[in-house]
């Protein structure tokens, strides 16, 4: 948990900062090199595997019967679970999912589901009784900054490429049919855009480096439209209002080019 | 088997311009602070507003056993939000869930930039936030207490961290949902300030706004921070005296 | 765990018991300040907030439809839960509950139990398959001394304040109708007397200071028939027979006192 | 789907004012007890009390681990009573559940007075307790065992501890009851002395009684463990000679 | 976990092996004692106490209605659990299983089922729906070493010591008739023969001393028609090819004579 | 209620001579290595063979923080064997079971013999292997790659184990098994090596064979092996030259 970074190194940064340059010369609106690919895991439904600079994360979309919640009968059911893995940093530890990874899933969650990125009246089978739960886990395998809008992106990605089983009620029975896989339905696109603020300044998709010497974060869901389904703050100071109007404005922008790496269809 | 409910307080279905409540779009819900009202902690407080009941505890500073977590140049400060299991109208389970966790991390780093941690290096400040009844907007009664605990405790602090959520129901930017406003709304956006500088130090948005009702939310959310500040130094001052 | 009382604190107390004293003043058999509310949390079918001295319970009972266990089809069930809580005392940790607070929780769930305090058998619905199982939650929030005592007597408040909703099958529907709360029947009352001992004196609700210095401790489950319901000895130094027999026949005597906190109906 | 079980040893319903077992009021159930029964355990015993099986290993004084329960000026005595899955009729689900974990605790508190744990300071003295077959007392079986255990493992002790349970069925206060007599009977109360001096370590009812049904048990318990205290003896004789 | 040998000990026992002996004057080939007894727990439906040397395991049976893996419908289950509790050695701790222990019971269950011991076919009460399961539950109260064979020898004599009810479908009843007691169906006999490695030297039935200084240890688990059911290798150090070849073929000499401590029937 | 699973992969019954996926009995599936895939772990490599895909991260020799588990004289080398949620059919729940506990402690063993560990007392070289993908023989897979990972990760080794199964399926003893073959055939023989020295330290047998059939197996395994210890060494050497 405690990450010790030099003096000089938090130094140095700052001062890159302050002249308006980062450690890898992207601008303070500039992301990493992106890659994205799905269909990368045949036995997920779904699947993406997503790169942002080095950090990587897969994603994996099952598909399950279950039975609705009971004051949403009709409506499916996204369920999204991380992982940071101790593979992914030598601070992670083996073990249920800690606070960080907690906050992870759940960002996430919300801001596919306040999208309403996935069209869940469409995965009832029958009301009340049987839908589709969809299982979204996040596999954090090397981390190195960002995790936010990488799991985001790979959820977009890993759901746009799912496909799931006809499933129908005949009589009594319910009748699951592989050899029929449909996509599951997509209503909206939504990204996640990350800023930290270092020396006074928003940078965004920070770097493990920059995450380490940074005084807060905040994170904007937004979909296609440029409306808002999701914002979560953190970091162990604060943030003014008006960096946080700021932060919004620049991620309306900034979505819109993040989008081009999502599948296009 | 088919299990029937027969409640009265279901499907209200008020579609009137005015709140369930009657309260105006920018009133917030009846609400009292109580600061000193345990005997164990080292300081303690107790929040009522709306249906919400929230007592918080703080112990600290004090020595840090887990030597994993301890700062060489600062205290850890330690929220845990807990639910009591009769608190909500179905039964919680107790001991942590995901929603408690996350909701203990942010309430953590809605604190922290108030208290002068540095003070006091390598030892912890705990502060165990215990929701005996929940009725929306609990994490941000919890901080308002807190802080009242906190300055109850002696800790020194630059400020006292508030906190209030504003949000979309019925189409309407609104101050400090009640339960019901949560659950049928569009949107809440929980909000803490130190009033000070008027700094945010809690932000999360849950549900789907425009930039401008964003927006709009977010200055309605520290205009009720505002008037819950008054209310917390006057609690102090009930205590201690000015 | 390891709590070290000052050794002068220790002889002070001591002392003061040879001389018949106690540091606040009371007598042997007194009892510090009680206070009792009901109906103090209203999402909870039952609720009670008890004080003895600076110790405090908050105690909910909520209703909810379960099955019955299979070797008593005919009747509903009392679950008692503990949670010392890390508000309460500076040594409590987070977590699964501990010995004490298992102890806490079996020891009142006995006392209520084999006083018969609820009615169980009218707690059926359907027999063998529906019952009413009222769940019993004790919050300790302050923690001075005697829980044992402070427990059992704001569970009985909490199940004297309880109502439940009326539940009946209709055919083969469960109908449960929250817009008729039924008392819970209650057919009998009891409550919990503790004594520790400290220089060869038994002396009844014991402060935070006089469990930290006793030698033991005996709990004695009392009805308002003054019949015995239930009793548990602690501490790490035996009682005497005779100790054991004058501590029971105090407490009927005590009981009497005690039962007029609660509420008179 | 209805399962129905057969089943002879259900519903016996002998209503004779002789017990079930033919044992009188104050007959305790056949048993035996071995001391040095395990290799690698310090000390050990083994104890057979009517259907109950009963293995105690002690294991210390020796350096305990765990450095927050370590006690500066004495030993820490920690008991672990836990039953076998297979040990009930309905198989038990292995690891501790609250049960064993009350009972743990008290059986700490019964064997405690009689050690001399000032000794020992900074470490402790582990009994494991197994239940390999219970059929009603288990607990008293389990302090009785562990008492013989302890001075197995040369610790040194004040007395040994003995525990025996009396209560109440059918309307009449018995010795000793047997699984049957514990479930359908009225109440029972586990007792625990150390003889020399008749001190009580042990004490529990579960039931109801009046006071003077309950002293009426007390003193039967402790008859009882009078009787059981002998064997004690025996089982450490036949070990070690006299 | 970490248990050192003194350096003096250690070479001695390596002494020893060098001349062809062991400390307690045992042939290479040689088993411990082995006792074994059966129904020793009353209300276990099957039970042995087996000791080799001092090593000693309880194993108890108990089956129980449940249903069938969805992927096998047709077969009854059978579930092996192991528990190293603390009383067996200074170095067990309480809590859930460990690796040790995961794997004695693992490669336990691996033995039974790959031998086919148990007729699982015939526990089928109702296909798809209600079989019986046998839970086979190991506990170890003293370890001396070589747990492997003891548990694999005491589970097989359980097994053979087995009786449960009759059940039996009547309409839509599942009548259990505990007054019809039947033996578990066997179908074949498997017994497990462990060697550990010392100096070079392969030996049978490892005491803990042998197995605190040996470089590697093989588990072979062997049918009576001696064929084989299991086979485990562990230790720090490699075996060669030769080394395994013949641990197998003495194997198959050693168990017969092993076979003849199970009960004959 | 009845679920009808109409799926065309199941019941294909090929009862020809020849393996379902065509290979020959003695023929590895197609398998990919490569080394340093990850940034922050101190080594790493990937592979796939058939279905499967493995990544394994190594990080160490570093600070053990377990006390308990330090050895005085030597590195601990620790292994976690660990499954994706989505890498099977039916979704695993995350966190250890009994299964993927009882591997990593095989791999543990499977990979220390060939480890200068006593060039790093008191401290623990971690591996971490990732089951991305499961396709049957991914214990195998997994030792396979994490050798590739020490040497990537610059820890001294006498050789890179290399591991593979073989095992018996339609009566007919094959080499590296597929999920269907492990699933419906009669045995499964992992095995890995030292190939320098053709030293066994993983060896597990799983199922029913004769003597004859399980060398048969063992021989075919440690071919096996040697194929895949090519791609091994390639591997390095395509990350690092020769």
Known sequence: ?265 | MITIIINKNLNKGSQSNERDDGRAFDELRPFKIEAGVLERADGSAYLEIGGNKVMVAVYGPRELHVRRLMQPNRAVLRCRYNMAPFSVDDRKRPGPDRRSVEISKITSEALMPAVFLEKFPRSTIDVFIEILEAEGGTRCAGITAASVALADAGIPMRDLVVSCAAGKANGEVILDLSEAEDKDGEADVPVAIMPRTGEITLLQSDGHLTSEEFEKSLNLAIEGCKKLSEAQKEAIIKRYGD
Not at chain 1, 34 to 42: H, K, W, Y
Not at chain 1, 82 to 97: C, K, N, R, T, V
């Open chain 1, 1 to 265: 948990m405690v990450t010790i970074i030099p003096d000089i190194i938090k130094e140095s940064l700052t001062n890159l900062i302050k002249n308006g340059e980062r450690s890898d010369n992207r601008k303070f609106d500039e992301y990493r090199e992106i890659s994205l690919e799905t269909g990368v895991i045949d036995k997920a439904e779904g699947s993406a595997r997503v790169k942002i600079g080095k950090t990587q994360i897969m994603v994996g979309a099952k598909p399950q019967i279950g039975e609705p919640f009971s004051d949403t009968p009709n409506v499916g059911v996204l369920m999204t679970n991380s992982e940071l893995i101790p593979m992914a940093a030598p601070d992670f530890e083996p073990g249920p999912p800690d606070e960080r990874s907690v906050e992870l899933a759940r960002v996430t969650d919300r801001c596919m589901r306040e999208a309403g990125v996935v069209d869940l009246e469409k995965l009832v089978i029958k009301e009340g009784e049987k839908v589709w739960m969809i299982f979204l886990d996040l596999h954090i395998i090397d981390y190195d900054g960002n995790l936010m809008d990488a799991a985001v992106l790979g959820s977009m990605a890993a759901l746009m490429d799912t496909k799931i089983p006809e499933a129908r009620m005949e009589g009594d029975e319910l009748v699951i049919d592989r050899e029929k896989m449909i996509p599951l339905p997509i209503k909206e696109k939504a990204l996640m855009c990350t800023f930290v603020k270092i020396n006074g300044e928003l940078i965004v998709d920070p770097s493990l480096e920059e995450e380490q010497i940074m005084s807060a974060r905040i994170s904007i869901g937004m979909r296609s439209d440029s409306s808002i389904c999701a914002m979560q703050k953190g970091g162990m100071h604060p943030l003014t209002k008006d960096e946080i109007i700021k932060a919004v404005s620049r991620t309306t922008e900034i979505t819109k080019t993040l989008m081009e790496h999502l599948p296009q269809k």
